[in-house]
């Protein structure tokens, strides 16, 4: 290792930590780290850099923030430790000069329509206690608790639609879509078929009911009992036009109770959607959408609802409780006991939410609500959310580790966050980031850098010390991306740097959804494409939402499908006839169980156990290819059921995982492990990284074909059998496509990509824009969502929305060729994309942000 300022031998005496600075790390063994040593100094900004699967996450997660967790938990009681989800103890044989650390990792918005910005950042508590105590309430009514003021709790969620806002409910348009039938021909469309129908039809008749006229002669007295009475009479019913049938008990049900019945209680999912397609979805009509019960509703403050104030943009609510808080304490002191608006406790609790507020402005977010839900907010909004939730807490002498703060981010966005680093840090504070952008990692105090390689290939620290010395350093693969040595992404026509031209175009007008209104957008085919724009602009909307919506529903009417999907909002497409195929490459999990892999997602597991299963040991004992499955009876161990470990609790310490005890890890029975295939049973072979087994079985097609795609966008340092969910959101995608590049092209396919490059060093977005260029020089489309400039300058094509993010977004700012885009006057993206295509130089971009890291590191 290369150490620009210190070297230390452990059998010298240390220097005393508080004395020198620095966090010492010897002997660290997680993961893929060769028995690493390293000095990272403290109260600086330090970046880890490498490769995809270097070992840098292991280094400043896996075992500084881990060790740092460990030691707190050593001081909580044992019983109390019980009770706290804790992390792993490192290998490592030593870590001096360590102060407490906090972990900021990228994480998705869970999938809860409950969680908002508000509840993400506890700005929605603030917000029920100034309603709760400084509101303006109803003469004659009683003071509420803030729990009244929440849609998450029994308290205060409307009885209608329980806290969600939106109301399922069934009307008659659309429970009877065509008025014109009588109830005998069909009118009633909810109704269940075959005799169900035939029996309430007949209990009708029997009740008087007129069944053959149009349904809209029918007066409406008896339309409306017909459909939603609550009455269930039981009345003898003889079946009509059927002399030979005896009469009989029959029940009634109206339409309403039978579509809420078949959805609470039918067991048959094919049922359920069935109903649900004639029933409304929309806000709830007693609270309006707010999920709050009128009692909540009633109070307000600077003449607001709490609804209305969660539903406006953090700069508005900036606005109207500013002037609350520039009110004196003298003028508020005589007022101290009454509740009212201008009265202390509102002064108090206002002058702490504009501060919490300010933050996240300061961070760009001021285009969110409080009440915006947090699925729908890109992983840099959320990243940001979580940053501001740290800034304002005011913690001194901590060590902050974040993965890829600027990941998700447009340069404009990270340019304020880069601010907020330096605030974390000239607070008192160590700031340890995981980072990939170079224009961050030029701008730290110290840079460690891990490689050379990834997986097997990595693990050794190549360089410590202050950014510029990694130019020495000739083994790095950062270095020549850090100090602009000319290496770029691929760029046109088979890396040729020739911008190709549409071979057709797909028109979208008058496209509406959230923050896109009214929008006419034109999408080359036969090119790359590359969307950009600020956080919040409506990227993921445009090309996720609405793009890959209505051509899916366009691909599903033409191959004849009775059920489209959902429509994406008002809007048309022209020119969708001219795709064959879509596949959207998303972030998402492979899989949410360690039973899930890279091996059975890409199906080279399945090649494999046909192999395992011809060998002549198989055969002899009568073993076919699923005895080499461990997610089935047979062949895996029963004692952990084919998972590799199992759950051991400990009474009054902290419940952890071990190996199984029976297999050892491996999940296979010992009968199973007896069959080798060259050599190697099984778990052996799964133990294997991708370009291991990518010779192993070169001479098996189906796997090869899989090894092949993962190594060419960069994943041969994955173990075939590696857990689903020890993988990023970028190794997923990656997954993804590399199992699509194995498939045999079929016709012209649209790719629709969100963010590929998160996650990945330069180096491997190079392997991956080769890969994203072949698929368009084979006659296909790929639209990328993107923030990397040095990607979207690659491209053959660039769409700009903004200028700003939320209802300050959502138009087209430039559309063209990336020499086009860069020279727009209106596109924030344009400055940022010139320097990328080197019309201007880094030094001279007017926006750029640098740390001040003039400070002597000693």
């Not at 959804?513 to 590359?530: E, K, M, Q, S, Y």
């Not at 999990?589 to 399945?606: C, E, K, V, W």
């Not at 199992?646 to 296979?668: D, I, K, N, Q, W």
């Not at 489309?781 to 300050?808: F, R, T």
Request: glycine share 12%; with cysteine.
């Amino acid at each position: 290792m290369q150490n620009a300022k210190h070297t230390y031998d452990l059998q010298d005496p240390a220097p005393t930590p508080a004395a020198d600075g620095f966090v010492r790390v010897r002997g660290a063994r997680e993961n893929n780290l060769r028995n690493v040593d390293v000095d990272v100094p403290r109260d600086a900004i330090v970046a880890f850099t490498g490769v995809s699967g270097s070992g840098k996450s292991s280094l400043a997660f896996g075992t500084i923030y881990a060790e740092a967790q460990r030691r707190y938990f050593e001081s909580v009681a044992p019983y109390a430790r019980r009770l706290i989800q804790q992390g792993h103890n490192p290998k490592v044989e030593l870590i001096s000069g360590l102060p407490p650390a906090v972990a900021l990792q990228q994480r998705r918005g869970a999938p809860s329509s409950r969680s908002t910005v508000g509840t993400v950042t506890t700005l929605s508590n603030s917000l029920r206690m100034l309603f709760s105590r400084a509101g303006t309430y109803p003469e004659g009514s009683t003071q509420l608790d803030s729990d009244a003021f929440s849609p998450n709790t029994a308290a205060g969620a409307c009885r209608e639609c329980h806290g969600l806002g939106v109301a399922h409910t069934v009307t008659e348009s659309s429970l009877v879509p065509d008025p014109s039938l009588s109830i005998r021909d069909g009118a009633i469309a909810a109704w269940p078929g075959a005799w169900q129908g035939k029996n309430l039809r007949d209990i009708l008749t029997h009740l008087g009911y007129d069944v053959d006229i149009p349904w809209r002669k029918l007066p409406k007295k008896h339309r409306d009992w017909i459909l939603f009475t609550e009455e269930q009479p039981v009345v003898e019913v003889t079946p009509q036009r059927d002399r030979v049938a005896k009469p009989y008990k029959g029940r009634y049900w109206s339409a309403r109770s039978y579509v809420l019945h078949t959805l609470a209680d039918s067991q048959s999912a094919s049922m359920r959607d069935r109903v649900l397609a004639y029933m409304e979805s929309g806000p709830c009509p007693r609270c309006g959408g707010s999920g709050l019960r009128p009692e909540a509703l009633a109070v307000t403050f600077a003449g607001r609802t709490i609804a209305e104030l969660n539903a406006v943009p953090m700069t508005e609510l900036a606005e109207i409780i500013r002037p609350t808080t520039e009110l004196s304490s003298a003028g508020t002191a005589s007022r101290k006991q009454s509740s009212g608006e201008s009265n202390e406790v509102a002064v108090a609790i206002t002058r702490d939410l504009l501060h919490r507020v300010t933050v996240l402005l300061d961070l760009g977010l001021g285009y969110l609500a409080l009440g915006r839900s947090t699925p729908t907010l890109s992983p840099g909004e959320m990243q940001r959310l979580r940053i501001a939730t740290q800034l304002r807490s005011g913690l001194f002498g901590v060590i902050y580790v974040l993965d890829e703060p600027s990941a998700g981010l447009h340069p404009a966005d990270a340019e304020p966050l880069l601010a907020v680093l330096e605030q974390l840090k000239s607070s008192g504070n160590s700031v340890f980031v995981v980072e990939h952008n170079m224009d961050v990692v030029r701008q730290a105090d110290w840079l460690v850098d891990v490689g050379p390689r990834a997986g097997e290939g990595g693990g050794e620290v190549l360089y410590s010390g202050p950014v510029d010395g990694l130019a020495e350093v000739e083994a790095s693969v950062t270095r020549p991306y850090l100090f602009d040595d000319g290496v770029q992404p691929p760029r046109g026509r088979a890396g040729t740097g020739q911008v190709r031209d549409a071979t057709e175009w797909l028109e979208m007008s008058g496209i509406t959804r959230h923050n896109l209104r009214g929008l006419d957008v034109r999408f080359p085919l036969g090119v790359l494409t590359a969307v950009t724009g600020v956080s919040g602009s409506g990227k993921s909307t445009l090309v996720g939402g609405v793009l890959g919506g209505l051509v899916g529903s366009g691909l599903q009417a033409q191959a004849g499908q009775d059920e489209p999907s959902e429509a994406p909002g008002p809007g048309a497409v022209a020119g969708s006839h001219r795709i064959d195929r879509l596949v959207t490459v998303d972030q998402k999990p492979i899989g949410r169980t360690p039973r899930s892999n890279l091996a059975t997602y890409t199906g080279l597991f399945d090649a494999v156990r046909k192999e395992f299963a011809a060998t002549e040991q198989a055969r002899a004992r009568g073993f076919g290819a699923g005895r080499f499955s461990f997610n089935v009876a047979g062949g895996r161990c029963e004692t952990c059921q084919g998972e590799g470990f199992v759950a051991v609790e400990l009474l009054f310490l902290p419940g952890s995982y071990g190996p199984c005890p029976e297999c050892g890890g491996s999940r296979y029975n010992p009968e199973t492990l007896e069959v080798e295939y060259r050599g190697l049973n099984v778990a052996q072979l799964l133990a294997m990284t991708v370009d291991a087994a990518s010779e192993f079985l070169a001479d098996v097609p189906a796997a090869a074909r899989s090894l092949k795609s993962l190594r060419d966008v960069g994943l041969g340092y994955l173990r075939l059998g590696q857990p689903a969910t020890e993988l990023s959101g970028g190794e997923a995608q990656r997954i993804k496509l590399a199992t699509e590049l194995q498939r045999a092209q079929r016709g012209h396919t649209l790719y629709l990509l969100d963010e590929p490059t998160t996650g990945l060093h330069p180096a491997d977005v190079q392997l991956l824009m080769a890969q994203l260029h072949g698929l368009v020089d084979a006659g296909n489309s790929v639209v990328v969502v993107e923030h990397d400039m040095a990607v979207v300058a690659g491209a053959d094509w660039v769409i700009d929305l903004g200028p700003s993010g939320g209802d300050k977004g959502g138009a087209v700012m430039a559309a063209g060729t990336p020499a086009v885009v860069a020279t727009s006057a209106g596109s924030r993206t344009a400055p940022y994309l010139a320097a990328a295509l080197g019309q201007e130089t880094a030094s001279q971009h007017p926006g750029k942000f640098r740390f001040d890291n003039t400070k002597a590191m000693s």
